[in-house]
């Protein structure tokens, strides 16, 4: 196992080479088209940044974007799109995850097609 302490562009390729075989197996695993976009570092080398892309084969024009980070920083079951949870005896489903937001990370749109911001507690309460 490599140890990186620093990124620069050698160990950016190095990077992306391993990552991108590890995607094509991700690919045939779940029969969907995943790609890496371009690669930025800051400059004292201390973060790698890229853009993730999965395709569903079937449906050319549906594209989601994730981050390659892990969102669920509590513990318990994890929140992905489609979870569906009760607020105040209304049913609501995830449909958006902002990773970036500090407390309302969570859309979720209602019956009637209302979209709502919620954090993760409140989510995880109603699961």
Do not use: W
Not at 42 to 65: A, V
Not at 98 to 122: C, E, L, M, S, W
Request: charge should be positive.
């Amino acid at each position: 196992m490599k140890t990186i302490s620093r990124f620069d562009q050698r160990t950016c390729k190095e990077t992306r080479l391993a990552l991108d075989a590890a995607l094509r197996a991700v690919s045939q695993e779940f029969g969907i088209r995943v790609t890496l976009g371009r690669g930025t570092y800051d400059m004292d080398g201390s973060e790698f940044r890229m853009k993730l892309t999965c395709k569903t084969l079937s449906d050319g024009n549906m594209t989601k974007t994730l981050p390659i980070i892990h969102t669920n920083l509590l513990p318990g079951t994890p929140i992905v799109m489609g979870t569906k949870f009760d607020v105040r005896g209304t049913e609501f489903t995830v449909c958006l995850i902002h990773h970036n937001r500090p407390k309302y990370k969570y859309i979720a749109v209602n019956a009637r097609g209302t979209k709502y911001k919620f954090p993760a507690d409140q989510v995880r309460r109603g699961m």
